[in-house]
């Protein structure tokens, strides 16, 4: 089998209490119409039949492991449609429900399942998404703030001095461990005997978080907010679970959610760091129509290429600029430990050199992938000599970019002097795309494949622009009278509207959206304007909106960003504003009336003041095309601690979430769509995604555990084949 079950003792349990198994083939009364290459059936239990409950069909005949989900419908019914040819393992999951017996199978047969009802609350729990029981963390009380780090802790003198000011700057930081991992699953909510013997859950929770290569940052993190006070809740969450305490229960996919497909192939390695994973152009969904998907490892400094039509995967090295080695390049995670990781002892798993993140195909084919492959140090062309160097020098940039021709298999590099993150693609004559230069505080990037295409010139062909506050209003950057806003992006987008450029800044409570117009001469005729979500501000009392991450805009020209730290999905039109021109804009919280907060469908924190959700959204994403069949301009976001993406109707406030139950611990740092084939209706379009998760050990199943590639389907109804 792919994954070792974690909940056997469970299910053997629940067994106990179904006096027999109905699975096998179908009586004529429950069969559904199948073709030769579907499973189709009704999910029966000691309840009658289950309704919104996952139907999965999982094999290893295949090159690489291969499993397709789907929904029972009201009746209970289900079709698995288009199996590849192999004997594949059936079983149940659902909320309420505990993992049925696996029935064997190959496509073509009726297959009769039974269900297994939960013998306990405790034992359903053991399905919730890790958003639900990190819910039941209780948060410090608003009386408490500000918190201050102890005086007697020794830190770098040059790091901020630490401490939160308020509750909802307390809950974002917490929040923020979820950039690697969930809070909430099997191996974070309880204290692991493996890690040792300690008097209490706060000794442990003490050592535990000191464990492997992050430790360093992680006991950085709660000393700056007050780390007493921070094991102290974390001891408190873990021994509630341990005395039996329980989330509530999500709901079952409900309407159109039980149309959802997906299909799952096992890309990579154990230790791998998938970061983004494309397979078209964001300008074009038709690009690279049933090609394969292309994910890259943050890692190992590699891609892994999925054919999805032949289920085989194959390892492409990225390259390394000539006279370059891999020690050359600065490691991401730090190569020391204070304590040996749970998993891996004193091995030091992530190496992370290579700093590689796909960030989609050009309209010709190419995919553009950020990667680190020389050191930090720029050449003199980015301090000066030409335009942009001149207005504005860069002295270091530790990513660059490579083109990747999936036809040839070659790679071209292109040495930007700015260093790269997130990229958007822009609508022009020049296929622009724009760069949130991370690291690099005050800029965005940009390269015009065009120009490169014609000249292989990197400085004819790339540029960049100063993110600063305007201070003397003349409309360009002047080092002497002018401030930079002291703002990295992280998620970047374009507006179609204007030909502004958007990025998400993460940093200090409450982060910002921050727009540059390149305007008619960049660089001197760029513009920036900042706006903070709505924080503790009196035109919009009782919101508190931190952290924008995502950034994407829909063809009207509306931005969407996830607020990651208060779990919102936000909508911000500049229109709106009432304050457009002077001095006065200068106040990142002068455009409230212009942002709405869509809370999330996911539970609460305890004792949370305000914006409580305990769910985690890495990026978001607008399906400007209707790829996927939920409407043109549809915003999402990933639900990166709930096993899911998620969809909003903002006309109606209603969410729709695509969830993926097995294996759990599905983390999505990213997502997009393609059209393979215009012509056949929901079986030729759909959304992709991975399981991007720094610690793949963490998902079900535990150490040697590998991500997958997810492809998402939305079909007209549950039987549809």
Same mark, same amino acid.
């Given at each position: 089998?792919?994954?070792?079950?974690?909940?056997?003792?469970?299910?053997?349990?629940?067994?106990?209490?179904?006096?027999?198994?109905?699975?096998?083939?179908?009586?004529?009364?429950?069969?559904?119409?199948?073709?030769?290459?579907?499973?189709?059936?009704?999910?029966?239990?000691?309840?009658?039949?289950?309704?919104?409950?996952?139907?999965?069909?999982?094999?290893?005949?295949?090159?690489?492991?291969?499993?397709?989900?789907?929904?029972?419908?009201?009746?209970?019914?289900?079709?698995?449609?288009?199996?590849?040819?192999?004997?594949?393992?059936?079983?149940?999951?659902?909320?309420?429900?505990?993992?049925?017996?696996?029935?064997?199978?190959?496509?073509?047969?009726?297959?009769?399942?039974? !269900?297994?009802?939960?013998?306990?609350?405790?034992?359903?729990?053991?399905?919730?998404?890790?958003?639900?029981?990190?819910?039941?963390?209780?948060?410090?009380?608003?009386?408490?703030?500000?918190?201050?780090?102890?005086?007697?802790?020794?830190?770098? &003198?040059?790091?901020?001095?630490?401490?939160?000011?308020?509750?909802?700057?307390?809950?974002?930081?917490?929040?923020?461990?979820?950039?690697?991992?969930?809070?909430?699953?099997?191996?974070?909510?309880?204290?692991?005997?493996?890690?040792?013997?300690?008097?209490?859950?706060?000794?442990?929770?003490?050592?535990?978080?000191?464990?492997?290569?992050?430790?360093?940052?992680?006991?950085?993190?709660?000393?700056?907010?007050?780390?007493?006070? /921070?094991?102290?809740?974390?001891?408190?969450? *873990?021994?509630?679970?341990?005395?039996? +305490?329980?989330?509530? !229960?999500?709901?079952?996919?409900?309407?159109?959610?039980?149309?959802?497909?997906?299909?799952?192939?096992?890309?990579?390695?154990? $230790?791998?760091?998938?970061?983004?994973?494309?397979?078209?152009?964001?300008?074009?969904?038709?690009?690279?129509?049933?090609?394969?998907?292309?994910?890259?490892?943050?890692?190992?400094?590699?891609?892994?290429?999925?054919?999805?039509?032949?289920?085989?995967?194959?390892?492409?090295?990225?390259?390394?600029?000539?006279?370059?080695?891999?020690?050359?390049?600065?490691?991401?995670?730090?190569? *020391?430990?204070?304590?040996?990781?749970?998993?891996?002892?004193?091995?030091?798993?992530?190496?992370?050199?290579?700093?590689?993140?796909?960030?989609?195909?050009?309209?010709?084919?190419?995919? %553009?992938?950020?990667?680190?492959?020389?050191?930090?140090?720029?050449?003199?062309?980015?301090?000066?000599?030409?335009?942009?160097?001149?207005?504005?020098?860069?002295?270091?940039?530790?990513?660059?970019?490579?083109?990747?021709?999936?036809?040839?298999?070659?790679?071209?590099?292109?040495?930007?002097?700015?260093?790269?993150?997130?990229?958007?693609?822009?609508?022009?004559?020049? #296929?622009?795309?724009?760069?949130?230069?991370?690291?690099?505080?005050?800029?965005?990037?940009?390269?015009?494949?065009?120009?490169?295409?014609?000249?292989?010139? $990197?400085?004819?062909?790339?540029?960049?622009?100063?993110?600063?506050?305007?201070?003397?209003?003349?409309? *360009?950057?002047?080092?002497?009278?002018? +401030?930079?806003?002291?703002?990295?992006?992280?998620?970047?987008?374009?507006?179609?509207?204007?030909?502004?450029?958007?990025?998400?800044?993460?940093?200090?409570?409450?982060?910002?959206?921050?727009?540059?117009?390149?305007?008619?001469?960049?660089?001197?005729?760029?513009?920036?304007?900042?706006?903070?979500?709505?924080?503790?501000?009196?035109?919009?009392?009782?919101?508190?909106?931190?952290?924008?991450?995502?950034?994407?805009?829909?063809?009207?020209?509306?931005?969407?960003?996830?607020?990651?730290?208060?779990?919102?999905?936000?909508?911000?039109?500049?229109?709106?504003? +009432?304050?457009?021109?002077?001095?006065?804009?200068?106040? &990142?919280?002068?455009?409230?009336?212009?942002?709405? %907060?869509?809370?999330?469908?996911?539970?609460?924190?305890?004792?949370?003041?305000?914006?409580?959700?305990?769910?985690?959204?890495?990026?978001?994403?607008?399906?400007?095309?209707?790829?996927? #069949?939920?409407?043109?301009?549809?915003?999402?976001?990933?639900?990166?601690?709930?096993?899911?993406?998620?969809?909003?109707?903002?006309?109606?406030?209603?969410?729709?979430?695509?969830?993926? &139950?097995?294996?759990?611990?599905?983390?999505?740092?990213?997502?997009?769509?393609?059209?393979?084939?215009?012509?056949?209706?929901?079986? #030729?379009?759909?959304?992709?995604?991975?399981?991007?998760?720094?610690?793949?050990?963490?998902?079900?199943? #535990?150490?040697?555990?590998?991500? /997958?590639?997810?492809?998402?389907? %939305?079909?007209?109804?549950?039987?549809?084949?």
């Amino acid at each position: 089998m792919k994954y070792s079950h974690q909940p056997k003792a469970l299910f053997f349990a629940g067994l106990l209490m179904a006096l027999s198994s109905q699975s096998g083939i179908a009586a004529e009364s429950t069969a559904v119409p199948i073709d030769e290459d579907d499973i189709g059936g009704v999910v029966t239990s000691a309840n009658g039949p289950e309704a919104g409950v996952w139907v999965i069909a999982e094999t290893s005949d295949l090159p690489t492991g291969f499993s397709k989900t789907v929904v029972t419908d009201d009746q209970g019914r289900y079709v698995i449609p288009d199996l590849p040819d192999a004997n594949y393992e059936v079983f149940v999951r659902g909320y309420g429900l505990v993992e049925s017996q696996h029935v064997s199978a190959v496509p073509g047969q009726q297959l009769a399942l039974t !269900a297994v009802v939960a013998p306990s609350a405790a034992a359903a729990a053991e399905y919730y998404p890790a958003s639900y029981w990190n819910a039941l963390i209780e948060l410090p009380d608003p009386s408490e703030f500000p918190i201050l780090p102890p005086t007697n802790v020794a830190r770098n &003198p040059n790091a901020p001095a630490g401490g939160v000011e308020t509750q909802a700057e307390y809950k974002a930081t917490i929040q923020g461990c979820m950039i690697c991992h969930q809070i909430g699953t099997k191996i974070t909510r309880e204290i692991n005997p493996a890690m040792g013997q300690f008097g209490s859950s706060l000794e442990a929770w003490n050592h535990r978080i000191r464990m492997g290569q992050s430790g360093n940052n992680m006991l950085g993190t709660i000393t700056r907010i007050g780390r007493d006070r /921070t094991l102290q809740m974390y001891a408190d969450w *873990t021994d509630r679970i341990a005395a039996g +305490e329980l989330p509530q !229960a999500p709901p079952r996919p409900q309407g159109e959610e039980r149309n959802v497909v997906i299909t799952q192939w096992d890309i990579a390695t154990p $230790v791998s760091f998938l970061h983004d994973m494309y397979g078209t152009s964001p300008l074009n969904p038709n690009v690279n129509a049933n090609g394969e998907m292309i994910a890259t490892d943050f890692n190992l400094g590699v891609m892994w290429v999925l054919d999805p039509n032949q289920h085989t995967v194959e390892r492409v090295e990225l390259p390394l600029a000539p006279g370059v080695e891999l020690a050359d390049i600065n490691t991401f995670s730090p190569q *020391t430990m204070e304590f040996p990781s749970l998993y891996w002892g004193d091995t030091l798993v992530a190496q992370e050199r290579g700093h590689s993140e796909i960030q989609g195909f050009l309209p010709d084919g190419r995919a %553009l992938v950020n990667h680190s492959f020389r050191g930090a140090g720029n050449p003199e062309r980015c301090t000066s000599g030409n335009e942009f160097a001149d207005f504005f020098p860069i002295e270091r940039a530790s990513r660059q970019q490579v083109l990747y021709d999936p036809e040839t298999g070659e790679f071209e590099l292109i040495d930007t002097c700015f260093n790269t993150h997130h990229a958007v693609f822009a609508e022009d004559a020049d #296929g622009t795309i724009y760069q949130a230069a991370l690291g690099l505080q005050n800029a965005i990037g940009w390269f015009k494949p065009r120009i490169w295409d014609e000249t292989h010139d $990197v400085t004819a062909s790339s540029g960049w622009c100063p993110a600063y506050n305007d201070i003397n209003q003349n409309g *360009t950057y002047d080092a002497d009278a002018d +401030e930079l806003v002291g703002m990295n992006g992280y998620f970047i987008s374009w507006n179609p509207q204007d030909g502004s450029v958007w990025y998400a800044y993460t940093g200090n409570d409450p982060g910002a959206m921050v727009r540059i117009h390149p305007g008619s001469n960049p660089p001197l005729t760029c513009t920036t304007e900042v706006y903070e979500p709505p924080y503790y501000n009196e035109k919009m009392p009782g919101e508190a909106g931190t952290l924008p991450r995502g950034s994407a805009l829909d063809r009207n020209g509306i931005v969407w960003t996830n607020l990651a730290g208060s779990g919102h999905l936000a909508s911000f039109d500049r229109n709106l504003c +009432e304050i457009q021109f002077g001095p006065e804009k200068l106040d &990142p919280q002068h455009c409230p009336e212009g942002w709405t %907060l869509h809370p999330l469908p996911t539970p609460n924190m305890k004792n949370a003041e305000v914006s409580g959700s305990a769910d985690f959204m890495y990026s978001s994403w607008v399906d400007q095309f209707n790829v996927f #069949g939920l409407g043109a301009n549809t915003p999402w976001v990933t639900g990166t601690a709930s096993d899911s993406l998620m969809a909003l109707d903002p006309e109606t406030e209603e969410w729709f979430v695509m969830r993926v &139950p097995y294996p759990m611990g599905f983390f999505t740092r990213s997502m997009g769509a393609r059209v393979d084939n215009p012509y056949i209706g929901w079986k #030729g379009r759909a959304i992709w995604a991975a399981n991007e998760v720094r610690n793949p050990w963490h998902i079900e199943g #535990g150490a040697g555990m590998t991500p /997958t590639a997810a492809k998402f389907q %939305l079909r007209p109804n549950p039987l549809a084949h």
